[in-house]
């Protein structure tokens, strides 16, 4: 439903630069159609802008790089907590945790999720209360927990997950002790976008 066509004879992963990938997205006008496409054994991913009216076509062709798929696996997790939330005010949060270290503590609790930060300036923590009864349904907080879940992460690359806070209004975090943490933007009714963080572990002295 994301795509006017989409054709994918079997399953292919392509790696890419995201900077070069952003250089030639700036081509693109805002109202432009995109077309992708890659070959089985390629090295390039071709790239066609055309303008609504069809009076303007661009290509491009940006290299691929090899980039070994199974290392980028994801294995099958039961999620202890999870955590749905509006993702303006995740970004809000991450953002001022910012100013005072560089790395939160996210907990999940009966009570709520915590935000916590210490660093030389001070210390900060922000509770989100469950909140499921909101008119707007990106604006509802919920929370399904099967048990506590506490984990502290680097603030410098929750940071840049905010920055997909524009697909829409809600994130949802998944947590469980000792695995990376799952940060997820729905993108409408079409798909999602999700990153994936791996916890600090501090050794025992």
């Given at each position: 439903?994301?795509?006017?066509?989409?054709?994918?004879?079997?399953?292919?992963?392509?790696?890419?630069?995201?900077?070069?990938?952003?250089?030639?997205?700036?081509?693109?006008?805002?109202?432009?159609?995109?077309?992708?496409?890659?070959?089985?054994?390629?090295?390039?991913?071709?790239?066609?802008?055309?303008?609504?009216?069809?009076?303007?076509?661009?290509?491009?062709?940006l290299k691929l790089m090899d980039i070994d798929s199974e290392q980028l696996g994801i294995p099958e997790t039961d999620y202890k907590c999870t955590i749905q939330?509006?993702?303006?005010?995740?970004?809000?949060?991450?953002?001022?945790?910012?100013?005072?270290?560089?790395?939160?503590?996210?907990?999940?609790?009966?009570?709520?999720?915590?935000?916590?930060?210490s660093g030389d300036l001070g210390t900060g923590n922000v509770l989100v209360r469950q909140n499921s009864s909101h008119e707007k349904e990106e604006e509802r907080v919920m929370i399904e927990m099967q048990e506590p879940v506490e984990l502290t992460f680097a603030l410098r690359y929750l940071n840049f997950f905010t920055k997909a806070t524009s697909l829409g209004g809600t994130v949802i975090l998944s947590m469980s002790p000792e695995v990376p943490v799952v940060v997820e933007y729905p993108i409408g009714e079409t798909g999602y976008i999700k990153y994936y963080l791996a916890p600090k572990i501090e050794e025992d002295e």
């Open positions: 439903e994301g795509f006017e066509h989409y054709r994918c004879d079997r399953p292919i992963s392509l790696g890419f630069n995201a900077a070069n990938m952003g250089k030639i997205l700036k081509c693109a006008g805002n109202d432009d159609i995109i077309t992708l496409k890659a070959e089985d054994d390629g090295d390039a991913l071709t790239m066609m802008f055309e303008s609504p009216n069809g009076d303007r076509i661009a290509d491009f062709e939330m509006p993702s303006g005010e995740f970004q809000r949060i991450i953002r001022d945790m910012q100013v005072l270290g560089d790395t939160a503590t996210i907990s999940c609790t009966k009570e709520g999720v915590r935000f916590s930060v």
